[in-house]
Every structure is written in C-alpha cells, then in structure tokens.
C-alpha cells in the first residue's frame, strides 16, 4: 500500500511536465477539440482535463485552459501553446521597430485583433471607441475621467481588460483606458499596464517581452 501511494505521489508530480504542447484543432459549441504533445486530436469538454491541460472557456474560435494554474488563450490556426516542464522562464515574443524607431504588433483584446503601438508614455492600454465595442467592451460603465490631448482635456473610460495577447503572451484583467475620438492611425497604444507585467529588454531595433510568472 506504502509502494503504491509513493508511486501515484510521484505520477503526480510529474504528470504536468508531460504535456509540451497544446493546439487549438477546432471548436464545436461550447466543446474544444485539441492536440496535447503531437498526439491524436481530443474532443474536450469545458471543465474537462486531460494531461494536466484543463479547458475553461471555449468562445469565438478561441479557447482557454488552465495549465498548472496558469490560464493561456490560444486562437484556430495559431501556434501551439508550449508549456514549459522545468518552471523556468515565461512565454516570450520579439518585436521589431520600423524605420521610425517605433514598435507595431497586432494584440488581441477580448479575442479582437488590433493594430497597437507599444508606448512606454502611456499610462494604459489606451484605445478607441469603436476599438473597445469591437472588442465587447461596455466602456460607459467604467470609471470615466480626464487626459490631456493635442487639442485640451477629453473624456476617458477606465476599464478591465480581460485579455490582451500580444503572440504568446496572454495577460489577464489589464487595465485598459477608452476614449471616445479616434486614436492616430487606429493604433491601440500598448501602455504600462501591460507592459509593466513583463521583463522589457531592447537591443538596437529589437525588443523581447517575456512574461513574468
């Protein structure tokens, strides 16, 4: 009996470094059908686990799991999420700046994807009317308040993000600020309330962001 519960101890502990990666393969209703490490395609169900990958939500073409108590999102078609069996470093992406000196990516709010630029002056994740309704966000119902712009003062709404994905880096209830005229060029500006959540390192015209756990 002793033999036994050491052995199911130790299947235990090592179970969650079996899974190395999980692909979104399709979606049917509220179901998530799934690769976990290269194997056969799974149908799961939301609140079903399957080697330590646990599924949470299922919704507009993406899913969420819970993977060791870390939750990530992964869209049809993207990349594997890739899970790391030793704990060591987080989830990173590198970004290259244009001739301009500046830092363009495609983000994801709520599942939307938008054209951002990452602004280490803004206090926020900052964007638009239009941007924050394409993303489901119920802006009016936010703390409103004041920024200074170009033209004065103007009306803003400061609300909870709840998920900005930048390629592999998923982060979650993000403070996030809504104004209602058009940001130039219709760029999200990625601010400090995301970027502040993870390890920024710039060498010349590139910057890697990795994730902090």
Known sequence: ????????????????????????????????????????????SIGETFNAVKLVSVESGRATFDIDGKRKTVGLGEAPLRIGGGGGSGSKTTLYADETGHFFTTISVNGANMRALVDTGASL????????????????????GMTQTANGLAPVYVVKLRAVKVNDITLYDVEGSVSEGEHTGGMVLLGMSFLNRLAMQREGTTMTLTQRY
């Open 1 to 44: 009996m002793k033999k036994w519960l050491m052995f199911s101890v130790m299947l235990g502990t090592f179970m969650p470094a079996m899974a190395a990666e999980v692909a979104l393969i399709g979606v049917m209703g509220s179901k998530a059908v799934v690769r976990v490490d290269g194997g056969k395609e799974k149908v799961m």
């Open 125 to 144: 994740v900052s964007m638009s009317a239009s941007q924050a309704r394409s993303a489901g966000i119920d802006y009016k119902s936010g703390r409103r």
